[in-house]
């Protein structure tokens, strides 16, 4: 998710991004209101005055979406938790903590801080509505907009399914009463799923009425069910690590190459003979790099013959090696977070062994068929 994004900002040490599809949403929201709703309910404004008037009012409520979110990642952080960034995209706002809440009211103090900030805002912006009522219409309608949309907003995010601000909050105090964060953390994703069915099926209602914006209802009950049942997963896929080792995941068996080695002939006496794509590249018992078939698909093949494998290779220093007794989650977490495919386990600077991600695919897959 968010494999192309742009950093606009640095708020609190958080590094703010946009996602291409936020732009889709920021057109739709401005020509919405600068286009229909203010030209419909203000006939007497000019269409200049409507459409400056769209464009400032989306512009503050992805700003609002970015307090939102902000409010969580403050809490977060205050929490101990790491918050990498914030991402703003087609349905509003993400921010990218690194870690589950370690308890349930950690979990419910996080999660609550986001709708509130909302109705906050909802708040403010109604009495600059008021304030600026005599002084300009304009800026007091586009603040009474907002106010509803900011009330809206937080409505929203407290239906208590999860992922949602309201699942979480759902899934904190089930986690409370049961002591089962995995137990919680399924109910809520039901809850979830269930919500996003039922705006799938009135979005359906309202496409077969003739009102197409009925579409929006079945796109966001879709995400919203991928990420109820996406939630669960990751839980699942956690406390199946949970107490996992590195040295439990780790295959000792790896082939290796050396960095003078042709890409030609990498291709040939290895890839295509030994049916692998990852090779550790040595220099004795010293490890060089990694060297994989996406490195060499990156290579234009008229190179191949000329080419080493010293010159497509990651080379050490850029490798992010993990210890014998790094912890699995943290593992998964540091392939997911950096899209890479593949780690070393090092320890004394010596190569232990190496761990893919289809290792631990494979290792989930194992204890989740065993009932472990």
Known sequence: MFKHKWRVARIFGININIDPSWLIIFFLFTWSLGGQFFPARYPEWPRSLAWLMGLLTSLLVFASVL???LSHSLVARQQGEKVNDITLFLLGGVAQ?????????????????GPLSSFVLAGLFFLLS????????????AALTLAVINTGLGVFNLLPGFPMDGGRVLRSILWQA???????????????????FLLMALGFLQVLRGVFSGLWLVFIGWFLQSAAAHGYEQVVVRSVLQGVKAKDLMSKTFATVPASLTIQALVDD?????????????EGEELRGIVCLEDVKATPRQ?????????????????????PETDGQLILRSLAAKDINQVPVME???????ICR???????????????
Do not use: C
């Open 97 to 113: 903590i690194n870690d589950e809440p370690k308890k349930p009211l950690r979990e419910f103090g996080m999660a609550i801080v």
């Open 348 to 354: 004394s600077g010596r190569l232990e062994g190496i």
């Open 178 to 196: 049961t002591g089962d964060m995995r137990k919680a953390t399924r109910i809520a994703s039901a809850v979830g799923q269930g919500i996003a």
């Open 270 to 282: 290895f890839i295509l003979e030994r049916k692998d794509r990852v090779f550790m590249v040595m």
């Open 130 to 141: 008021v304030f600026l009522h005599r002084a300009s219409a304009p800026l007091s309608a």
């Open 67 to 69: 307090v939102h979110e």
């Open 358 to 372: 289809t290792d631990l695919l494979r290792y989930i897959k194992l204890k989740t068929e065993l009932g472990l």
């Open 303 to 323: 190179d191949w013959p000329r080419s080493r494998v010293r010159d497509i290779m990651t080379p050490k220093e850029r490798l992010e090696a993990v210890s």
